[in-house]
């Protein structure tokens, strides 16, 4: 049981490259999430999927997309990057969303990205 | 829009002692409140939620109180030990609003604590 990984774990993009990072999960979880941690700013959440086939907005979405064409997958994209994208982006995977059980968000390591 | 502050951003603690961190949030219309641990290079490892219902929750050494009228929580870390050091990471699940049926999480900057041999 791997629980959530993500792909790649670092990257260097020159402003306007685009890439996609990967999120995958092994606990069956209907909700996914990516994060965006920058320092002395907690996390923000960027979009999030209740389930396959599903995705909506989160807190700041600006500059990004997101795919779920299966339920363990969960894929985060810059069209365009930007320096401004500079972060640690983590997912995150629930069962969903009602009761202490169901709640409990299991959290990739993160993936590091640069901006130049 | 809601806002989670953690006071301090650091904290330093000899082993063994008991020590508070604290959490504090502007909105009270919360459905959750979750304390999270992260690692230095690492994701986050949820440890305890409380319900807006609930008043506290507790695992092992770790108790979490909310006072969902007054915007905090505390978490409270009995005789610790120095691999409890790491950052602690409060988040607010939001209640749902009108036509936007996803509450949402907004999470604290964390309190990173430092506990010495």
């Known amino acids: 049981n791997a629980g959530v990984t993500q792909t790649p774990k670092f990257r260097v993009l020159k402003t306007g490259q685009s890439m996609t990072l990967l999120c995958a999960q092994d606990?069956?979880?209907?909700?996914m999430y990516w994060y965006r941690q920058d320092p002395g700013m907690g996390l923000r959440l960027i979009h999030y999927?209740?389930?396959?086939?599903?995705?909506a907005k989160g807190e700041v979405p600006d500059g990004y997309n997101v795919s779920r064409l299966k339920k363990q997958n969960f894929l985060l994209g810059l069209e365009s990057a930007a320096p401004s994208q500079t972060s640690v982006y983590f997912c995150?995977?629930?069962?969903?969303?009602?009761?202490?059980?169901?709640?409990?968000?299991?959290f990739g390591p993160g993936t590091r990205l640069l901006v130049l | 829009k809601q806002e989670v502050t953690q006071i301090p951003a650091a904290l330093s603690v000899p082993e063994g002692e008991n020590l508070v961190l604290n959490c504090s949030f502007t909105?009270?219309?919360?459905?959750?409140l979750q304390w999270f641990r992260q690692d230095p290079g690492k994701g986050l490892t949820s440890l305890l939620l409380?319900?807006?219902?609930?008043r506290e929750q507790t695992s092992g050494r770790l108790n979490a109180s909310l006072d969902k009228s007054s915007g905090r929580s505390t978490l409270y870390i009995a005789a610790s030990q120095p691999g409890d050091s790491a950052t602690y990471l409060c988040?607010?699940?939001?209640?749902?609003?009108?036509?936007?049926?996803?509450?949402?999480?907004?999470f604290g900057s964390g309190t990173k604590l430092n506990v010495k041999p």
């Open positions: 988040a607010v699940r939001q209640e749902a609003r009108l036509r936007d049926n996803f509450n949402k999480f907004y």
């Open positions: 606990m069956n979880h209907e909700y």
């Open positions: 995150a995977s629930s069962y969903g969303t009602s009761g202490r059980i169901a709640e409990t968000q299991y």
């Open positions: 909105d009270s219309a919360i459905y959750n």
């Open positions: 409380i319900q807006s219902s609930q």
């Open positions: 999927s209740v389930g396959e086939g599903t995705t």
